[in-house]
C-alpha cells in the first residue's frame, strides 16, 4: 500500500513539473509580448482598446472551455474511463464534440451580427466615443472566432488531462505569445494602425494552437468525431453539470471584465495599467497556482470520495500548503519590488515612466489579493471533483456583486480610479476564499490546526525577514535611475537572494527539507 501511495506522489509531483515547468514558460514568452505590444503600442488608446476586446473571448472561453465545460466534463470522462468500456467512451466524446461545437458556432455568429451591442455592455467607455468604437468593432470581429479555436483547444486538454498527459496542453499557450510577438514585432510597426495586425496575429494562433492537437489525440485513440446526439447520457450529465460550472467559473472571469468595463470609463491608460499588473500577477498564478489546479481536478475526480476520504483530504491539505508557501513570498516580492520589476520590463517604446508608476499602484494593490486568487484555484476543484458545482456558483455570484460594488466606491466615488479596481478584486477574492474554507471545513475536508504550528509559523518569520530585506534595499537602491543592464544585473541579484532567504530561514525554522514538508 505504501508503494502504491508513493508511486502516485512521484507521478502527481511529475505532472506537476511538467505542468509549472510549461506554463512557466509560456508565461516567460507572454511577458515578452506584453514587451512587445506595449512598445508598439504604450499606454495608448488602441492598446486600451486590444486588451480590453481580447478580454471579450478569453471571457467566454473560461465559460465555455477551461473553466465550466472541463471542471464538468472531467469527472464525467474519468467515470467513463474507469468503466473501461472502449465503444461508450468514443460515444460519449463524439456526442459532446458534436454538441459543443454546434453551440459554439452559433454563439460566435451570433456575437458577429450584433459586436457593437457587445462593445456597448463589455466596454461602454469606448461605445460612447466614435473613434474607439468603430475600431473596438472591427478588432473584435476579427479576434471572436479565437473562442470556438481555443475551446475545442481546451477540449483536447481536458482528454489529455484525464490520461496523465499535461505537456502539450501546458505548452501550447506558446504558440500564442508566439504568433504575438511575431506580430508586434515584425510586422505590425509596417502599418498605419498596427492592432489590426495583432488581431489577425490572435486569429491565425488560435488555428495553430487546435492544429498540433490532433496527433496526440490519435496517439491515445480519443480524436473525436462530432456527432449531434443530444441522447447522449454522458453528454446530458456533463452539460447539466456545466451550468452551474458556467455561472461559478464565468462568474470569477466576469469579476474581471468588471474591473475592464469600469477601466474604460477612466482615464486613457487605466485598461492598460490594470492589464500588465494583472499579468505580473498571472505568473505566479500560472507557473503554481494554476498548474496544481490543473493536477488536482483529475486527481481528485480519480479518487473515491466516500471510502478513501482520508486520501482526497490530505491531497488537499499539501495543495494549501504548498500554494501558500508560494503565494504569500510573492506576494511580498511583488509589493516591495512593484516599481523595479515594471521598469525593468515595460519602459521602453511608448510605455513611459508615469506608466510604470501608475501600474504599480495597481500591481500593490493586486499583490495583497495575490494568496487568495491562488488558494481559489485549489479550493474549486475539491468541490468539481465531487460533482458539485453549485456551491463555488454561489460564492462566485456573491464575489462579483461584491467587487461590482467596491469597484464604484472605490474607483468613482472615492476616486481612487484604476487603482480602487484593484483593491476591489483582492478584496472580493479574499472574502470568497474565508467562505469557501468554512464550507470545506464544515464538510470535514479542511480539518481544523493549531494557526501557529511549525509550519505556519516558519513561513511567517521567514516572510518578515524577507520583508526586512527587501524595505532595507529598496531605500538603499535608486533603481530607475539605473541603466537597463544594470536593472537586470540589480533585478537578477535581489530576487535570487530574496529566495535564498525565504526558502533558507523556512528550512531552518521547519528543520526538514522541503521534499518532506510537501511529501
Given at each position: 500500500?505504501?508503494?502504491?501511495?508513493?508511486n502516485?506522489n512521484?507521478?502527481i509531483f511529475l505532472?506537476?513539473?511538467?505542468?509549472a515547468g510549461?506554463?512557466g514558460?509560456s508565461?516567460?514568452?507572454?511577458?515578452?509580448?506584453?514587451?512587445?505590444?506595449?512598445?508598439?503600442?504604450?499606454a495608448s488608446v488602441?492598446?486600451?482598446?486590444f486588451?480590453v476586446t481580447l478580454?471579450?473571448?478569453n471571457?467566454f472561453?473560461r465559460?465555455f472551455?477551461?473553466g465550466?465545460?472541463n471542471q464538468a466534463?472531467?469527472?464525467i470522462?474519468?467515470?467513463?474511463e474507469k468503466?473501461?468500456?472502449?465503444?461508450e467512451?468514443k460515444?460519449?466524446?463524439?456526442?459532446?464534440?458534436?454538441?459543443?461545437?454546434?453551440?459554439l458556432f452559433v454563439f460566435?455568429?451570433?456575437?458577429?451580427l450584433v459586436?457593437?451591442l457587445f462593445i456597448?455592455?463589455?466596454?461602454?467607455?469606448?461605445?460612447?466615443d466614435?473613434f474607439?468604437?468603430d475600431?473596438?468593432?472591427?478588432v473584435?470581429r476579427?479576434?471572436?472566432?479565437?473562442?470556438a479555436l481555443?475551446?475545442l483547444?481546451?477540449?483536447?486538454g481536458?482528454?489529455?488531462n484525464?490520461?496523465?498527459r499535461f505537456?502539450?496542453?501546458?505548452?501550447?499557450?506558446?504558440i500564442?505569445?508566439s504568433?504575438?510577438?511575431?506580430?508586434?514585432?515584425?510586422?505590425?510597426?509596417?502599418y498605419e494602425?498596427?492592432i489590426?495586425v495583432l488581431?489577425?496575429?490572435?486569429l491565425i494562433?488560435g488555428f495553430?494552437q487546435?492544429?498540433?492537437q490532433?496527433?496526440?489525440l490519435?496517439?491515445?485513440?480519443r480524436?473525436?468525431?462530432p456527432?449531434i446526439?443530444?441522447?447522449?447520457?454522458?453528454?446530458?450529465k456533463?452539460?447539466?453539470?456545466?451550468?452551474?460550472a458556467?455561472l461559478?467559473?464565468?462568474?470569477?472571469?466576469?469579476?474581471l471584465l468588471v474591473?475592464?468595463?469600469?477601466a474604460?470609463l477612466l482615464?486613457?491608460?487605466?485598461p492598460?495599467?490594470?492589464?500588465?499588473?494583472?499579468?505580473l500577477?498571472?505568473?505566479?498564478?500560472?507557473?503554481f497556482?494554476?498548474?496544481?489546479?490543473t493536477?488536482?481536478?483529475?486527481?481528485?475526480?480519480?479518487?473515491?470520495?466516500s471510502?478513501n476520504?482520508?486520501?482526497?483530504?490530505?491531497?488537499?491539505?499539501k495543495?494549501?500548503?504548498?500554494?501558500?508557501?508560494?503565494g504569500?513570498?510573492?506576494f511580498i516580492?511583488?509589493?516591495?519590488?512593484s516599481?523595479d520589476?515594471?521598469?525593468?520590463?515595460?519602459?521602453?517604446?511608448e510605455?513611459?515612466?508615469n506608466?510604470?508608476?501608475?501600474?504599480?499602484y495597481?500591481?500593490?494593490a493586486?499583490?495583497f489579493g495575490l494568496?487568495?486568487?491562488?488558494l481559489?484555484?485549489?479550493?474549486t476543484p475539491?468541490?468539481f471533483?465531487?460533482?458539485?458545482?453549485?456551491t463555488p456558483?454561489?460564492?462566485?455570484?456573491?464575489s462579483?456583486?461584491?467587487n461590482?460594488?467596491?469597484?464604484?466606491?472605490l474607483a468613482?466615488?472615492?476616486?481612487?480610479g484604476h487603482i480602487?479596481i484593484?483593491?476591489?478584486?483582492?478584496?472580493s477574492?479574499m472574502?470568497?476564499?474565508v467562505?469557501?474554507e468554512?464550507?470545506?471545513?464544515?464538510?470535514?475536508?479542511?480539518l481544523?490546526?493549531?494557526?501557529f504550528?511549525k509550519?505556519n509559523?516558519s513561513i511567517?518569520?521567514s516572510?518578515?525577514?524577507l520583508?526586512?530585506f527587501?524595505?532595507n534595499?529598496?531605500?538603499?537602491?535608486?533603481?530607475i535611475?539605473?541603466g537597463q543592464?544594470h536593472?537586470i544585473?540589480?533585478?537578477f541579484?535581489?530576487v535570487?537572494?530574496a529566495?535564498?532567504i525565504y526558502?533558507?530561514?523556512?528550512?531552518?525554522l521547519?528543520?526538514?527539507?522541503?521534499k518532506?514538508?510537501?511529501?
Amino acid at each position: 500500500m505504501n508503494s502504491e501511495i508513493a508511486n502516485d506522489n512521484s507521478r502527481i509531483f511529475l505532472s506537476l513539473k511538467k505542468v509549472a515547468g510549461w506554463t512557466g514558460l509560456s508565461r516567460i514568452f507572454g511577458l515578452f509580448r506584453d514587451i512587445a505590444t506595449t512598445s508598439l503600442l504604450g499606454a495608448s488608446v488602441f492598446h486600451d482598446i486590444f486588451v480590453v476586446t481580447l478580454k471579450i473571448p478569453n471571457l467566454f472561453r473560461r465559460f465555455f472551455a477551461e473553466g465550466a465545460f472541463n471542471q464538468a466534463f472531467i469527472p464525467i470522462y474519468s467515470d467513463f474511463e474507469k468503466a473501461n468500456n472502449e465503444k461508450e467512451t468514443k460515444e460519449f466524446i463524439n456526442a459532446l464534440a458534436g454538441t459543443f461545437l454546434s453551440i459554439l458556432f452559433v454563439f460566435t455568429l451570433l456575437v458577429l451580427l450584433v459586436t457593437p451591442l457587445f462593445i456597448l455592455i463589455f466596454a461602454p467607455g469606448f461605445y460612447l466615443d466614435e473613434f474607439k468604437r468603430d475600431i473596438a468593432v472591427d478588432v473584435l470581429r476579427i479576434m471572436f472566432p479565437y473562442l470556438a479555436l481555443i475551446s475545442l483547444v481546451a477540449f483536447a486538454g481536458g482528454i489529455q488531462n484525464t490520461h496523465n498527459r499535461f505537456s502539450l496542453p501546458a505548452s501550447t499557450p506558446l504558440i500564442f505569445n508566439s504568433c504575438l510577438i511575431i506580430a508586434a514585432v515584425l510586422i505590425a510597426p509596417k502599418y498605419e494602425l498596427p492592432i489590426y495586425v495583432l488581431a489577425w496575429g490572435v486569429l491565425i494562433a488560435g488555428f495553430m494552437q487546435l492544429m498540433i492537437q490532433f496527433f496526440p489525440l490519435k496517439q491515445i485513440n480519443r480524436l473525436p468525431v462530432p456527432k449531434i446526439d443530444f441522447s447522449n447520457k454522458g453528454s446530458r450529465k456533463v452539460f447539466k453539470l456545466m451550468i452551474p460550472a458556467i455561472l461559478a467559473g464565468g462568474i470569477i472571469q466576469i469579476n474581471l471584465l468588471v474591473d475592464t468595463i469600469f477601466a474604460s470609463l477612466l482615464e486613457t491608460g487605466s485598461p492598460t495599467w490594470l492589464y500588465v499588473s494583472d499579468r505580473l500577477i498571472q505568473f505566479p498564478m500560472g507557473i503554481f497556482a494554476i498548474a496544481i489546479g490543473t493536477v488536482l481536478l483529475p486527481t481528485l475526480s480519480k479518487i473515491d470520495f466516500s471510502t478513501n476520504m482520508a486520501e482526497f483530504i490530505d491531497r488537499v491539505k499539501k495543495s494549501q500548503r504548498f500554494v501558500l508557501f508560494i503565494g504569500i513570498p510573492s506576494f511580498i516580492g511583488l509589493a516591495f519590488c512593484s516599481t523595479d520589476l515594471l521598469s525593468t520590463i515595460f519602459l521602453r517604446g511608448e510605455f513611459t515612466i508615469n506608466d510604470v508608476y501608475q501600474s504599480s499602484y495597481s500591481l500593490i494593490a493586486f499583490s495583497f489579493g495575490l494568496p487568495f486568487f491562488m488558494l481559489m484555484k485549489v479550493l474549486t476543484p475539491t468541490f468539481f471533483s465531487r460533482k458539485d458545482t453549485k456551491t463555488p456558483m454561489y460564492i462566485a455570484l456573491l464575489s462579483l456583486l461584491l467587487n461590482a460594488s467596491l469597484n464604484y466606491i472605490l474607483a468613482f466615488k472615492l476616486g481612487y480610479g484604476h487603482i480602487g479596481i484593484a483593491v476591489g478584486s483582492s478584496i472580493s477574492a479574499m472574502v470568497s476564499v474565508v467562505i469557501l474554507e468554512i464550507i470545506l471545513f464544515k464538510q470535514g475536508i479542511i480539518l481544523l490546526q493549531n494557526p501557529f504550528n511549525k509550519f505556519n509559523s516558519s513561513i511567517l518569520f521567514s516572510s518578515i525577514i524577507l520583508v526586512i530585506f527587501l524595505y532595507n534595499t529598496s531605500q538603499l537602491i535608486n533603481f530607475i535611475d539605473l541603466g537597463q543592464i544594470h536593472k537586470i544585473i540589480v533585478l537578477f541579484a535581489k530576487v535570487s537572494i530574496a529566495i535564498g532567504i525565504y526558502i533558507g530561514t523556512v528550512r531552518i525554522l521547519y528543520g526538514k527539507p522541503l521534499k518532506e514538508i510537501f511529501d
